[in-house]
């Protein structure tokens, strides 16, 4: 029975390894269309295969961007059907539309460490809601105020710094639970490293503001020069998206219990 147990786990091991290799992304010149029937959105009815144009993820962070901000302004309008309107406003003739829409979703993958891009690719792709991406966003955002007022506590007015040490002290605080001072539920101690690991990759860079006696929290918790936001801004959203999952997930199972 140890025997078995063991090979039973080398198997599931192997099998994960297996699925993220095919999750990972691989740059091909020409990509196959889904086809043209009704369960296929409007932007993406083609058959046969389509020219990847490989997009710059300057240019798909700005879609993105772009999808967002209008997602907000028509909430009753699907993100696909926005997606439509974007590339055919701006590429003209279907089969040049089309093969943008394509290449972008290829793009979108390629830069999926960007938070931006993976949460868009998600979204579309059915694997996150968003609900939880607005969420998320919201959650960053207040954060941010929360670490103002923690400055002008310090000194006024505010310049968008902390001395390192009081940012982590209160970046520790605000992701505690709402009854301790936090914005959201309590995060383990694993969150912390990751969080504060990543900090220390954004201090590689100057661009980001961060050296060992402070951190320019504004400029940290914004975006960068090509759109992007920092290594510790999108570990930090990808654990508010995975927090608030989590939470539905046990609203739900409440709910089942319960019958």
């Not at 297996?18 to 691989?26: F, K, L, M, T, Y």
């Not at 891009?117 to 960053?140: A, F, K």
Request: proline fraction near 3%.
């Amino acid at each position: 029975r140890k025997r078995y147990k063991e090979v039973k786990e080398q198997l599931n091991e192997s099998l994960k390894v297996e699925e993220e290799v095919a999750n990972q992304w691989r740059a091909n010149e020409w990509i196959v269309a889904r086809g043209e029937g009704d369960e296929v959105p409007e932007v993406l009815r083609w058959s046969g295969q389509i020219k990847n144009r490989n997009i710059t993820k300057k240019e798909s962070v700005k879609v993105c961007k772009y999808l967002f901000t209008h997602r907000e302004k028509e909430p009753d309008t699907p993100l696909w059907s926005h997606l439509l309107l974007y590339a055919s406003t701006n590429f003209g003739a279907r089969n040049r539309y089309v093969e943008w829409a394509y290449s972008l979703l290829d793009a979108l993958r390629k830069y999926e460490a960007d938070i931006e891009c993976d949460s868009l690719h998600s979204i579309l792709d059915g694997t996150l809601d968003e609900e939880t991406y607005r969420r998320g966003v919201e959650l960053q955002e207040l954060i941010l105020e929360k670490l103002k007022e923690k400055e002008s506590s310090i000194r006024k007015p505010i310049v968008g710094k902390l001395p390192r040490p009081d940012f982590v002290k209160h970046m520790q605080l605000l992701l505690g639970p709402k009854g301790k001072g936090g914005v959201c539920p309590e995060r383990s101690k694993v969150h912390f490293e990751e969080l504060n690991k990543e900090l220390a990759n954004d201090q590689k860079s100057t661009q980001w503001g961060v050296s060992d006696k402070e951190v320019q929290y504004i400029t940290l918790l914004s975006e960068g020069r090509d759109g992007s936001p920092s290594l510790y801004a999108n570990a930090l959203r990808r654990q508010l998206y995975q927090q608030r999952y989590e939470y539905t997930e046990d609203i739900k199972r409440h709910i089942l219990k319960s019958r």
